[in-house]
């Protein structure tokens, strides 16, 4: 069985200090620059009307300048920024994982390429509920609660 090498959690490691480092230091020498990311991965907040969003491929091209490069920011696993969008110019925080970050641009050179894919853990978007509650919603668990009583 052959691993993968660009998928291991260790490239993965390096590649998100990678990236991390090198927006870091463009912000530190203020240059502006712009990344392609994978655009399932990214979250908008807030939502972004839809013939918006479907108007995206499936990478998507954000230059990283003006108000957009000023309000940007790294934090933890992600790259935030805030931008305006369509002809209304709609405004939304856009958060990025890192590694979703596929290329990232200094006028036109490519000076960071990434082939690892985010390790993203679905958001849970229902309450966690407690165990009776649960056992409750069946039907047939009411029943067997009826009977014991």
């Known amino acids: 069985m052959t691993t993968n090498l660009f998928q291991t959690s260790q490239y993965r490691a390096l590649m998100k200090?990678?990236?991390?480092?090198?927006i870091i230091y463009l912000f530190e020498k203020n240059r502006e620059f712009a990344i392609a990311c994978?655009?399932?991965?990214?979250?908008?907040?807030?939502?972004?009307?839809?013939?918006?969003?479907e108007s995206f491929n499936e990478t998507v091209?954000?230059?990283?300048?003006?108000?957009?490069?000023e309000s940007a920011k790294v934090e933890e696993d992600?790259?935030?920024?805030?931008?305006?969008?369509?002809?209304?110019?709609f405004g939304s925080t856009v958060q990025v994982p890192l590694l979703a970050i596929k290329q990232l641009f200094?006028?036109?050179?490519?000076?960071?390429?990434?082939l690892a894919e985010p390790a993203i853990v679905p958001?849970?978007?229902?309450?966690?509920?407690?165990?009776?509650?649960?056992?409750?919603?069946?039907?047939?668990?009411?029943?067997?609660l009826k009977k014991k009583q």
């Open 17 to 22: 200090e990678h990236l991390t480092k090198t």
């Open 38 to 53: 994978e655009t399932q991965y990214i979250t908008f907040e807030p939502e972004l009307p839809s013939d918006i969003k």
């Open 61 to 69: 091209l954000f230059v990283i300048s003006g108000y957009t490069y």
């Open 78 to 89: 992600y790259f935030l920024f805030e931008a305006g969008f369509g002809s209304d110019n």
């Open 106 to 114: 200094v006028g036109e050179h490519p000076i960071v390429i990434n």
């Open 123 to 144: 958001k849970q978007t229902d309450k966690v509920k407690n165990s009776m509650e649960a056992l409750l919603n069946n039907p047939e668990n009411k029943k067997l």
